[in-house]
């Protein structure tokens, strides 16, 4: 095996296990009922508390290259994250983030972001929060700041 297919291997598993991850955390954080779903409630929340905000989950769909008014949210989303150090993370398939996440039928139409909160007088730890927030860094220090990931079928 080349170095190369080496390579290809290793980050095609390590995709796999972050996406397995990002769906245990996000499964926890809605039995703990801490999720923002939507681009306007998350903006809302990341005004008011910023502090709450522990990871974000954006998501893409067939609409996004047309729709001029999310790819901005998604810009201003994206820098807040950053400046506040923020884990961000993008997905592909809003429709599978929508069916981890949603319970009203609302949240289907706009899993276009996802936040996972955690209260400040709550002490709420996740180890497959902790396997994001490693990934994010170490995507980081690839220089890319939005690492997309896969989440896995049904």
Known sequence: MTFEEV??????????CTGQALEEVLLSAKANDYLTIGVYES?????VDPDSVSFCVLAIDEDFE????????????????????IS??????????AEIVGDKPEQFEDAHCVLITNPAEDSWEDPALEKLHLFCEESRSYNEWVPEITLPER
Not at 7 to 16: G, M, W
Request: charge should be neutral.
């Open 43 to 47: 903006a809302k929340i990341m005004n």
């Open 7 to 16: 390579l290809i291997q290793k980050t095609s598993e390590r995709a796999q």
């Open 88 to 97: 961000i993370v993008r997905v592909n398939d809003m429709q599978r983030l």
């Open 66 to 85: 047309c729709d001029i008014a999310l790819q901005i949210h998604f810009t201003l989303i994206q820098a807040f994250c950053f400046d506040n150090d």
